[in-house]
């Protein structure tokens, strides 16, 4: 919907494993976006990347790791290192132009015991 | 780097009532600030948007208004209804790259 996808929409792993976040995008938009929300929080923002073969490190990046090998996708892979993996993480893009607004995918729920 | 506050964390208004969202930002050079509602288990949409060479821009019901002297922009949204019943984030980007920071959000309860 709204040309992002993400998958799952809910996801249960054990305490330990890696987890893959899957998110595809087919706007042509440059930059993508991986945010996690917590409650009271708002959205902190984990990674992001303006092209290709390039990303950047958010506010809360420890735990987590990106690629971005393909301009439409931008999979997140939350580590057994991030202590508190347990969030409803979201995926956005926006075009790569100066005060554009993110679209957003409609999230993954990540429950980790 | 930016840091966005907001406030207040939950308003409960009455319907046809108006309700007004503060934020605050710290960095001066930012110049975009953009308004998203997020309803109950979705993705965040954004509602307005209004850029630093603006002091006020209106959408309907919806207006945002932007003071860069107090680096401060609030969110107005009159005759209220109950599908405005949301979390309203508000965020900030800064002068450099695209990386937008958000409010902790608003929870906006709107009574019959």
Redesign the interface.
Known sequence: DGGITQSPKYLFRKEGQNVTLSCEQNLNHDAMYWYRQDPGQGLRLIYYSQIVNDFQKGDIAEGYSVSREKKESFPLTVTSAQKNPTAFYLCASSPDRANSPLHFGNGTRLTVT | ?ENVE?HP?TLSVQEGDSAVIKCTYSDSAS??F?WYKQELG?????II?I?SNVGEKKDQRIAVTLNKTAKHFSLHITETQPEDSAVY?CAA?GGG?????????TQLKVEL
């Open positions: 780097g907001q964390s110049n975009y953009p979705k993705r965040p949409q954004l948007d850029r984030f980007k790259g695209n990386k937008l920071t958000f409010g902790t959000g």
